[in-house]
């Protein structure tokens, strides 16, 4: 029996163990897609206690400790004590085996703190004072785990409307081992059907010195967003649609569509079809000038829980795959701009493992020599990032892509220790290839392996976003 979570995890082969060991190990993070706070980087905040860091915002964790049965005061409640949450997460834990929180947590303990012993409600009190001591020391804030980390590049999650004061902090200081740079988020933008979306323009309208009422002035706003973002060192782009379409409306139809928003009056399905698709288009168009990359994640249904959304708001684990619906949609927006000839560097990401092929499919058709692997699909996303997850995503782009191009993996996580996520990903990928060589299904080439392992763990991604080094 192998022992649990040793050196050797997930590596069932000498050839995976020599590929993760030899290669994956050492390979730098760039993490191109987080929720993570570019405050807590600039302040090189200090966390309290290991609750703070790993119960302090991130809704994968929140949703275990609900689905074990604990009241919400003692999940994201002000009442209970960071032990007494530590304890209910601690209680949850063991029983959740095949999680894959169970695993990143264990790999957390035992990178960050030195703690190998599996975590149980038994001994949740000590491990809860053994991991406080250690995020006392001085090289445990955030700009030290960062660094112990290997990473070399964050992009945050950011507005275009953000003044993006704590990047600036950061580059004028220059005192974390990694870059971070803003990745534009522009869904307040695009959510022309929601509540808020006026006070939102006029947010946007005030950062960009423009008074937005039509298409063209969000264009004459987001010209100057983009250019700030540009100077702030953004590469990447990022926007969540629950499914993807394909609209198109004339200048005059946008229009109106904006003024009944800034009104506040209801639109249309069909008119948030037609506004998303002119907003995107023009945004992609952007993008596609300055080599940025678009990502759209797609296939989520957020928020499902009223109740909990009127409490705690969105982002905080009542969400859920959406069936596949976004086929023809994505493969009309994708020639819509491919017909235009700005079709970006892009990465799509579905919330249903049901698109794999659907995607490596699509993929094929819209390749194009801007780069090696211009359209991509994104690692396995949100619910799909397990093990299984991630093995599925890996097998179903190599049989229909090519496999060595893949961007390896991002932590999309809310919290400073989930750089573990990269070393799951990691272990994963030389067991697949592993296995794949010791079957004979591909030559035991040394210098064609070590190539496909370093770039799909890090090359890769620098090759394709560019960033400033
Ligand atoms: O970027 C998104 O929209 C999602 O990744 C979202 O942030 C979600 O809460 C998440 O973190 C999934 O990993």
């Not at 409600?121 to 991991?131: L, S, Y």
């Not at 000038?289 to 409490?311: I, P």
Request: include cysteine; glycine fraction near 6%.
């Amino acid at each position: 029996m192998k022992q649990f979570m040793d050196k050797d995890f997930l590596l069932d082969t000498a050839t995976a163990k020599h590929l993760f060991h030899d290669y994956a190990e050492h390979m730098p993070i760039i993490d191109y897609h987080c929720h993570i706070s570019p405050q807590e980087i600039a302040e090189d905040h200090h966390f309290r206690s290991i609750t703070e860091v790993w119960l302090g915002g991130d809704h994968y964790k929140w949703r275990l400790i609900r689905s074990n049965g604990t009241p919400e005061e003692k999940v994201t409640g002000t009442e209970s004590t960071d032990l007494e949450k530590f304890v209910e997460y601690a209680k949850a834990l063991p029983r959740a085996i095949g999680n894959p929180l169970y695993h990143w947590s264990h790999l957390e303990l035992q990178r960050y703190f030195g703690i190998t012993e599996p975590l149980s409600e038994k001994n949740a009190e000590d491990i809860f004072n053994r991991c406080n001591a250690k995020l006392q020391e001085k090289d445990m804030g955030v700009q030290g785990l960062i660094k112990q980390s290997n990473v070399k590049v964050i992009c945050t999650t950011d507005d275009p409307a953000d003044d993006l004061k704590w990047h600036q902090k950061l580059k004028d200081e220059n005192t974390c081992s990694a870059k971070v740079y803003p990745a534009m988020r522009p869904d307040k933008l695009m959510n022309v059907d929601k509540a808020g979306y006026a006070d939102y323009m006029a947010r946007l309208g005030q950062a960009a010195g423009v008074e937005i009422k039509t298409f063209a002035d969000i264009r004459k706003a987001m010209d100057k967003r983009i250019a700030f973002f540009e100077e702030m060192g953004c590469r990447a782009t990022d926007h969540a649609l629950e499914y993807v379409f394909c609209r198109e409306a004339d200048e005059q139809t946008v229009d109106a569509i904006i003024a009944k928003a800034l009104k506040g009056e209801s639109i249309s399905k069909e008119e948030t079809e037609a506004y998303k698709t002119a907003v995107l288009t023009y945004l992609a168009g952007e993008y596609y000038k300055r080599g940025w990359v678009m990502q759209l994640h797609f296939a989520t249904l957020r928020d499902l829980n009223s109740e909990m959304y009127r409490k705690l708001g969105p982002d905080t684990g009542f969400d859920s795959i959406a069936e596949g619906n976004c086929c023809k949609g994505l493969i009309a927006f994708l020639d819509h701009l491919n017909e235009l000839h700005i079709l970006p560097k892009t990465v799509l990401y579905s919330g249903t493992p049901n698109d794999n092929a659907m995607i490596g499919t699509i993929i094929g058709a819209f390749q194009g020599p801007e780069a090696r692997g211009k359209i991509q699909q994104g690692a396995a996303w949100w619910f799909n990032d397990t093990k299984q997850g991630m093995i599925d995503q890996m097998t179903s782009i190599a049989n229909l892509s090519v496999f060595g191009n893949i961007l390896g993996m991002l932590t999309d996580s809310r919290s400073f220790l989930s750089y573990a996520r990269h070393e799951y990903y990691r272990r994963i990928l030389c067991n697949w290839i592993g296995n794949l060589v010791e079957n004979g299904e591909y030559p035991n080439d040394e210098e064609a392996l070590r190539q496909l392992v370093e770039d799909i763990c890090y090359n890769n991604v620098a090759n394709y976003f560019q960033f400033q080094m």
